[in-house]
């Protein structure tokens, strides 16, 4: 047991966070609205939601940017490099504390240290959900907006229907991955630890 409190979560890092969090809450309430809209019961008023929907989604795109950008020259980029040798090998050792050893009070198999501040499982979430889903939803949501940059035709299937086909699943996947992603940011010293860490930029050791 330590007491050590390690500067993980840079001040640039923690303003991109709180605005992604905040943009993506209105993103998915404003998508949802939309996709189960009914006049007679609406959720948000259809204009308002779409006119919600483009402006986060354009700011969400331009955080996003800065993330990229951030993490492409700062430090922080390589917490999320995967060292591919024997990463199956370490995830399912993460996997087996969260579904047994967590229950039966061992330590976590992974310490965090400043050169490696995420476990395997999380940085493999966050890998996913920032380098491929993000962007995904994010380009998949420029065409929507300008969809004459979209082929009509894509092999016999139209083209518009499969961006916002594209776009609704990765939107689905990214409001699943909140969820999750909350619920294991309650996995700290104490359960506020984590959401405390990204306040304050200091991870609390167990
Ligand atoms: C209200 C919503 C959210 C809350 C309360 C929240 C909470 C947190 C907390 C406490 C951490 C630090 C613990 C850790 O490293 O795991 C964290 C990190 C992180 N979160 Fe969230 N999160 C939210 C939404 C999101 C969303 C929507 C995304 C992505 C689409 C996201 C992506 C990330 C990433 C990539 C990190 C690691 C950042 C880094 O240190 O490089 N979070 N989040």
Redesign the pocket.
Known sequence: MTEEKLY??PRW?RLW?AL???F??LLIASGISMQFSNPKVPLIRFDIAVSIHNIFGILLSVSYLF?FIG?LFTW?GK??KIIFQGFYTRLMMQFKYYTRGIFKGENPPFSITKES??NPL?QFS?VL??YI??PFVVISGFGLLYPDMIPTNLLGISGLHLTDLFHIVGGFI?SL??FV??Y??TI?KTPVS??K??INGY?EAH
């Open positions: 993980l979560y890092i966070h992604n969090a905040l993506c809450l993330f993490n922080n917490q999320y501040k995420f999380q966050y959900i920032m889903i993000v990214i991955f909140m992603h909350i294991f940011c700290g984590n959401f860490g990204m991870h």
